[in-house]
């Protein structure tokens, strides 16, 4: 006895069987993908970040085994009698093989259901998503990543630029020099000047060998020579000066922003809108899996441009008429003021119906080619419209020649259409 | 242990009660644990049980599926197929079909058990008089267990295999891996020598003998595959029509793994490796009814034995008796909840009537069991437990009480009749044709179609031939195709299978199928 040792393994690591199941997922990486894209043009928007079920069908997730089949003559006791006597004859069922035979070579599953259901989780979900997916001009941002420095505090040094110059310490530094140096001889000007008062205040000595004036002239000297000596201590030295100290830090340009411009003119229908939608919300998850934090700016136009939040974007409607240079004016403003480039990595997805004033759409091409493309990774516009292109298509052809890296343009006639243009548009290109 | 068996008094005429109950609430502490394994432990010495040492491991309930989804390999390779084992586990646990609640016990020594946490006090009881008790006991007596496997050793060997496997996949790519790997385990059951004692695994052993295979095995293959026959060879007609192998041969992973002509080294170090594990399952697959039986009976026996010596109380027994009766329940063969015999119930009606026939025997049981009926019980059910397997157990000990408390019954199913026949109840003329038709039906060879090795063109075109022998005319099942896929991926030329029923070949597969030209 005493030979059981009992163990609590409970804080050993579960998920003993994770490498199992990425086995399991990866070699069925085909039929779950398909669960996926089906999934992606399912869902509504909101309910993009979750796992998803996934069935396949048994007969492809079967290990096979030799095994008996139906046919022949079987033989097989059972429990349970209640009226059967031995040469009793029961009719088969029509149509159906034998049943009585063939147990425990179906499915060990037990259940003998034809799907083989389970669930992946939205992680999973997302990295099937997003397979075979790249945003272009990745590595490019990658290598100018490791170029982007930040500065950060790291104390005081007495070296530096006058813009670095900090005032109040390096002051403050002055008067304690001042005080160090000066104040003992301060002290005695005020022992001496005490003293000459005492002198001249006291009654005449009528010996003029024992005139004060003597003494005096002593005192005044020294302290006039005392005083000399405290002026000369300077108001500030080059002692003083205290600058700030920056030192540089590699900083991961680990953040995106991405600007969603929507064209919200009366053509554009609702329908238009979800399309673009869920066009923009894959655009957002891809990023959120590459990027640390993403800022969204959501930009829509009509004649004119404004930044709204994302309900406004997507729900308010207008009307009337379509200047799309507004949205990429407003956009370039905001860059500007809050996204350099330096510090970003920019991305922009336009959608529209392809509606602009004809006036309006050469000053949109030379917009974006003069002054946001060269800032952003990639900007993508997708036209919603089942019908002819019209100038605006047109004007940005020309931009896609002169772009083809960092500029792409494709057409949607329906939602089921999404998810390829999607992928086309972000397709992993070949080096 | 000591081999002597200490004989508890009458437990009947004992009075409950005379001890203070261990626990009375039904929370569980590793102390409490600990106070349970030893009165467990005690009683069954009293009973002579002689285990190997335990290692009880508290896991919680997602651990418990992770040790499900590995098939009982408290050390496994990766392999997808557990990965969906996993999967299935973890679907059936959420919706609350499954409970995990029981048993897993490893077949090793120490022998591992696993308790899980979200039990309560008097279902670790049982868990451990069942697994730590019961089945550690029946690992250690039973003859096929001492014949087949080394408990001592299997863990390091899973160790070695696992190592083994992952180094494979560095090197050769997961892929490639995973291809021979299936393939392998389609042919899992296949890969035991079934009348031959097979040396016992040893990790240490395995891996010095690893090189050495390496070096020589490439040469054998060569001799076999020497490719310029002698021209004497070819004027013997006898030489000539000589097959190789001489013998058919059952065990198709021990053959391919040595004659296989294209396999790399690593391949057949694989192939080797789930014949083994193959030969480590091959008692278990033999023995569930005895198996079980045997823990059932001992969870059941060591818990009363407990009550009698007033260590537990009646609310511990009361939900024991709940937890015991929902194992041996038989559903009859027309309930929807029926999915064939229960091996935990067939078993422990066996061992309990056994028993019974020892201690109480009628005129039935002097008849039937004349050697055994007033024989000591204890004796008589460790010389059950030591001496057979599933098919000869119930050929041997199936009473007449047994299968009238079961009703059991047979029925034909003859593809050639419009009609199922009752061929035995439980009566006077069926009880002896009704034993050997359930004994026959946990016969491996007869739930198994019979498949062997038939023959290798060595001097054409290298194929290999495989023969089934069909039994009373089934066939072999829908997945056959594919498995001789997988035969043909191992073997790497042309595979036939061909069922031959009394001479004559009634069923061929070939790999890849025969193209039409040819006809």
Redesign the interface.
């Known amino acids: 006895m005493g030979m059981t040792h009992i163990v609590d393994r409970r804080l050993n690591g579960k998920n003993k069987s994770a490498v199992n199941r990425e086995r399991f997922l990866r070699r069925y990486r085909h039929h779950i993908k398909k669960a996926v894209a089906d999934a992606v043009h399912k869902r509504s928007i909101t309910d993009v970040e979750r796992g998803e079920k996934v069935s396949i069908p048994t007969r492809d997730i079967d290990e096979p085994i030799f095994h008996h089949g139906q046919g022949g003559r079987r033989e097989m006791v059972h429990p349970g009698n209640q009226e059967f006597v031995a040469g009793d004859m029961i009719p088969k069922p029509q149509g159906g093989g034998g049943q009585g035979g063939g147990q425990g070579q179906a499915s060990p599953d037990g259940e003998g259901m034809d799907e083989f259901a389970f669930q992946i989780t939205q992680e999973e979900f997302l990295d099937f998503l997003f397979d075979d997916l790249e945003l272009p001009n990745l590595a490019r941002k990658k290598l100018k990543d490791t170029e982007a420095f930040k500065y950060v505090r790291a104390g005081f040094t007495n070296q530096g630029v006058p813009a670095k110059l900090d005032v109040v310490r390096s002051l403050r530094g002055a008067h304690a020099r001042r005080l160090g140096l000066g104040g003992a001889r301060k002290k005695k000007i005020r022992d001496l000047e005490k003293q000459l008062q005492a002198l001249k205040s006291a009654p005449e000595d009528l010996d003029p060998a024992f005139s004060h004036d003597d003494q005096i002239k002593v005192l005044e000297d020294e302290i006039a020579r005392l005083k000399a000596n405290v002026r000369r201590i300077p108001f500030i030295d080059e002692i003083d000066l205290r600058y700030r100290q920056h030192v540089k830090q590699p900083k991961p340009a680990t953040s995106a922003v991405m600007f969603c411009l929507m064209d919200v003119s009366g053509s554009m229908t609702q329908m238009h809108k979800d399309i673009a939608k869920r066009f923009f919300i894959l655009l957002y998850l891809f990023l959120k899996k590459n990027y640390k934090k993403i800022d969204v700016v959501f930009i829509r136009h009509h004649t004119s441009a404004k930044e709204v939040d994302e309900e406004e974007f997507f729900y308010s409607r207008e009307t009337g008429g379509t200047i799309v240079s507004s949205a990429i004016k407003l956009m370039h403003k905001i860059i500007e003021s809050r996204y350099s480039p330096s510090e970003w990595n920019i991305y922009a997805a336009q959608a529209s119906d392809g509606d602009n004033w004809n006036d309006d759409s050469p000053v949109c091409g030379k917009l974006l080619a003069d002054s946001i493309l060269p800032l952003v990774q990639y900007y993508a516009y997708v036209e919603i419209t089942p019908q002819d292109h019209q100038m605006l298509w047109y004007e940005y052809e020309k931009i896609l020649e002169r772009f083809p890296q960092s500029f792409a343009m494709q057409q949607i006639a329906d939602p089921g259409e999404i998810y390829p243009v999607f992928r086309q548009l972000f397709e992993r290109k070949a080096a | 242990m000591s081999k002597t068996v200490d004989r508890p008094n009458a437990p009947e005429n004992q009075q409950p009660g005379a001890r203070k109950p261990i626990s009375t609430g039904s929370e569980w502490t590793?102390e409490l644990?600990?106070q349970y394994?030893?009165e467990i432990?005690?009683c069954a010495?009293e009973f002579g049980l002689d285990t190997y040492?335990?290692?009880?491991?508290?896991?919680?309930a997602?651990?418990m599926?992770?040790a499900y989804?590995?098939v009982g390999m408290p050390v496994g390779y990766?392999?997808?197929?557990?990965?969906?084992?996993?999967?299935?586990t973890?679907?059936g646990y959420q919706r609350g079909q499954m409970g995990l609640a029981y048993e897993i016990v490893i077949n090793s020594n120490?022998c591992i058990a696993y308790l899980m946490?979200e039990n309560t006090l008097p279902m670790q009881a049982l868990v451990i008089a069942h697994a730590?008790y019961g089945h550690n006991s029946f690992f250690k007596g039973n003859y096929l267990f001492r014949t087949w496997t080394d408990a001592s050793a299997i863990i390091d060997y899973l160790v070695f295999a696992r190592n083994y496997v992952a180094e494979c996949e560095e090197r050769h790519g997961?892929d490639a891996v995973?291809e021979i790997l299936?393939s392998c385990?389609?042919?899992?059951?296949?890969g035991v020598d079934r009348y031959k004692r097979p040396p016992p695994i040893s990790a240490a052993e395995e891996a010095r003998r690893q090189k050495e295979r390496e070096e020589y095995q490439q040469r054998r293959i060569n001799d076999l595959w020497r490719t310029i026959p002698r021209l004497d060879d070819d004027d013997d007609p006898v030489r000539r029509q000589r097959r190789f192998p001489e013998e058919p041969q059952e065990n198709l992973l021990y053959f391919i793994e040595k004659n296989a002509p294209l396999l790399e080294t690593w391949q057949r170090e694989i192939i080797r490796i789930v014949r083994k594990l193959g030969q480590y399952f091959y008692p278990q697959r033999q023995t569930q009814v005895m198996n079980e039986g045997w823990a059932t009976f001992w969870h059941y026996t060591l818990l009363h034995r407990m009550y009698d010596k007033g260590l537990v109380n009646d609310g511990f027994m009361l939900e024991f008796l709940q937890s015991h009766s929902a194992v041996v329940y038989?559903?009859?063969?027309?309930?929807p909840w029926?999915?064939?015999?229960n091996p935990y119930?067939l078993g422990f009606s066996i061992f309990t009537d056994l028993r019974r026939i020892c201690e109480t025997p009628t005129e039935e049981d002097r008849e039937w069991f004349p050697d055994i009926a007033g024989s000591d019980w204890l004796e008589t059910l460790h010389f059950a437990m030591r001496n057979f397997k599933d098919e000869s157990f119930i050929q041997q000990f199936l009473s007449p009480k047994v299968m009238r408390d079961?009703?059991?019954?047979?029925?034909?199913?003859?593809?050639?009749?419009?009609?199922?026949?009752?061929?035995?109840?439980?009566?006077d003329?069926?009880y002896r044709p009704?034993r050997e038709?359930?004994a026959r039906?946990y016969n491996l060879s007869y739930?198994?179609?019979n498949?062997q090795v038939w023959n290798v063109d060595v001097r054409g075109d290298r194929s290999l031939t495989l023969r089934h022998i069909?039994?009373?005319?089934?066939?072999?099942?829908?997945?056959?195709e594919?498995?001789v896929r997988?035969v043909h991926r191992l073997w790497g030329f042309d595979v036939h299978l061909e069922s031959v029923d009394d001479g004559t070949v009634v069923e061929e597969y070939h790999c890849p199928p025969p193209s039409p030209i040819e006809e």
């Open positions: 590793f644990i600990q394994d030893e432990a005690r010495q040492p335990n290692q009880i491991e508290v896991i919680s997602e651990q599926m992770d989804s590995s990766h392999h997808w197929s557990f990965g969906k084992q996993f999967l299935n973890a679907k120490p946490e730590c997961v995973e299936d385990h389609a042919l899992m059951n296949y038989q559903p009859p063969f027309n309930s029926y999915s064939g015999i119930t079961l009703k059991l019954f047979a029925i034909e199913n003859d593809d050639q009749e419009d009609h199922y026949t009752v061929t035995a109840i439980h009566d003329p069926g009704l038709k359930l039906q739930r198994e179609p498949i069909p039994v009373d005319r089934v066939p072999l099942g829908e997945d056959t594919e498995v997988h």
